[in-house]
């Protein structure tokens, strides 16, 4: 992978952890999303990568403790939800913890 590509990818994460900080995704982080989509270099691969990672590490970050709260599993929803990952990107932890 070249390093414009690689860039965008780490872009791309950091956009997503900042938007998703308070687990919604406001009219005006949408667009800034939409807009960084149609910029960047990436491959529809390279996003459901980034996406993919992202989600790991919520279900990581979860989990860590054993238990899983009501809090823990509205944030999970909200992620899948707002940032529209579909289900066939969902790892099996996460579809038990949205169930």
Same mark, same amino acid.
Request: aromatic share 4%; glycine share 4%.
């Given at each position: 992978?070249?390093?414009?590509? %690689?860039? %965008? +990818?780490? +872009?791309?994460?950091?956009?997503?952890?900042?938007?998703? *900080?308070?687990? +919604?995704?406001? @009219?005006?982080?949408?667009?800034?999303?939409?807009?960084? &989509?149609?910029?960047?270099?990436?491959?529809?691969?390279?996003?459901?990568?980034?996406?993919?990672? &992202?989600?790991?590490?919520?279900?990581?970050?979860?989990? *860590?403790?054993?238990?899983?709260?009501?809090?823990?599993?509205?944030?999970?929803?909200?992620?899948?939800?707002?940032? +529209?990952? @579909? @289900?066939?990107?969902? @790892?099996?932890?996460?579809?038990?913890?949205?169930?």
């Amino acid at each position: 992978m070249d390093e414009a590509r %690689a860039q %965008a +990818k780490e +872009k791309l994460r950091a956009l997503i952890e900042r938007v998703m *900080a308070d687990s +919604k995704i406001e @009219p005006a982080e949408r667009e800034e999303m939409q807009t960084f &989509y149609v910029q960047a270099l990436l491959t529809v691969g390279d996003v459901r990568e980034v996406m993919s990672r &992202y989600l790991r590490a919520v279900q990581d970050e979860v989990l *860590a403790d054993g238990h899983v709260t009501d809090e823990e599993r509205a944030r999970c929803r909200a992620v899948v939800s707002e940032l +529209k990952i @579909p @289900p066939s990107l969902w @790892p099996g932890e996460i579809r038990a913890i949205v169930g």
